[in-house]
């Protein structure tokens, strides 16, 4: 492997390994083998940007596939259904496909469908997503196989998460085999939403996705930099994991640049770390900091600032008086930045930002 493409630094791929997320992967793989309509097989996975959720319903669609089960994995938004079963059709026609093409005029398939998981013109005109989910969940049990749903990027408002969301609940209510895994950001499961998709989701087994453990990332690091003939000294492995804070973005940003500023074949230095965690730490602050700042209300980004100014955490009383607002004021801002999965409260009465960096770099911002 080159080792230019041990770490690819971007968003929504699959990175070399998946670093850490054992437990996650290993109740993933528990859930697919409950019986239909099991708590366990609805999921959905909560993380910040870059903390790995496409990258993990990635590697869950692939696990599931060796499970037997064919996968569908799709971004929320208004062609969601439609892609669902195109891409059920494609990924699971294979395995339902008749030996012989069936003879014009003669239906040799299943009741609706023309030749493998290919819906009748009548089938396709005449029936919505709900029947025509049930039909490819139905011909996919003859042939074994059940069906595993992957929505990356939910946005909870949308009329076709709700159709999905009822969808789902009846068709495992009826035993179908079907799973289904979600992913999105924090704020989604607190805004103001449809109830039908608000039960669904709440009901589902959430997964925090937070960060992964310095030392998985040490022990990836060390083999990685093996791999890419970079010996690198075990002090410097250490400050390089811990530079990381368990990000996987920041792993991935950290890496690359590693690489970039050292050598084949020579011994990682220093100053090649110093540079590379200078860079890492840019890129990730405008990528993903700046992402997580962006949609918030100039109200907001004021109350952030105030708590800017505090050394890791932050007295609501004191954001009282700096911001010389009512604590009913104090308490609102607090829930929506706590429900957008910028601050968390450490204790009663305090709140601190859930990426340390976050401070520092509106601060920054502010200069
Ligand atoms: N567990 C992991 N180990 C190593 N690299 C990872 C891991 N998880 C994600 N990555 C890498 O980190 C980067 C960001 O991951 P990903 O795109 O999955 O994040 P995300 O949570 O989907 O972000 P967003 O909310 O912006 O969609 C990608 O380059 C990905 O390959
Ligand atoms: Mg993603």
Redesign the pocket.
């Known amino acids: 492997m080159s080792s230019q493409s041990i770490f690819?630094?971007?968003?929504?791929?699959?990175?070399d390994?998946?670093?850490?997320?054992e437990s996650v992967m290993e109740d993933f793989a528990t859930g697919l083998s409950k019986q239909p309509g099991n708590r366990e097989r609805a999921r959905l996975l909560i993380?910040?940007?870059?903390?790995?959720?496409?990258?993990?319903l990635l590697e869950m669609a692939d696990l599931a596939r060796t499970s037997n089960f064919i996968t569908a994995r799709t971004t929320c938004g208004p062609s969601m259904l439609d892609n669902i079963l195109d891409l059920l059709q494609r990924h699971g026609g294979p395995v339902v496909a008749e030996k012989k093409p069936p003879v014009k005029g003669f239906n040799a398939g299943a009741l609706g469908f023309s030749f493998g998981l290919t819906f009748t013109d009548e089938a396709r005109a005449n029936y919505g997503f709900r029947v025509k989910l049930e039909m490819i969940c139905e011909r996919l049990a003859e042939a074994g196989k059940g069906v595993l749903l992957l929505i990356?990027?939910v946005r909870p408002e949308l009329p076709e998460m709700r159709l999905l969301a009822t969808t789902y609940q009846e068709l495992a209510g009826e035993g179908f085999n079907i799973a289904v895994v979600m992913?999105g950001?924090p704020a989604i499961i607190s805004e103001v939403l449809d109830e039908a998709t608000l039960t669904f989701l709440h009901r589902s087994t959430k997964v925090e996705?937070g960060p992964?453990s310095v030392q998985a990332v040490r022990a990836?690091y060390h083999s990685a930099f093996m791999r890419a003939h970079r010996p690198i000294d075990e002090s410097l492995l250490s400050k390089a994991a811990e530079a990381t804070q368990g990000f996987?973005?920041l792993?991935?940003l950290l890496g690359f640049y590693l690489l970039e500023y050292s050598p084949e074949g020579e011994p990682v230095s220093a100053e090649a770390l110093e540079s590379a965690i200078h860079a890492a730490l840019y890129d990730f602050d405008q990528d993903v900091l700046g992402?997580m700042l962006r949609p918030l209300s100039p109200a907001d980004r004021a109350f952030l600032e105030a708590m800017a100014q505090d050394d890791r955490v932050s007295h609501v009383a004191d954001l009282q008086d700096r911001l010389g607002v009512s604590q009913g004021h104090v308490q609102s801002y607090r829930r929506r930045l706590m429900d957008a999965g910028v601050i968390y409260s450490p204790a009663r009465g305090q709140l601190a930002f859930i990426v340390p960096r976050l401070g520092a770099y509106i601060s920054n911002e502010m200069l």
Not at 8 to 15: A, E, Q, V
């Open positions: 690819r630094p971007s968003f929504g791929n699959r990175p390994r998946i670093v850490g997320r993380g910040q940007r870059g903390m790995g959720k496409t990258a993990l990356d990027e992913a950001l996705l992964l990836y996987p973005y792993l991935q992402a």
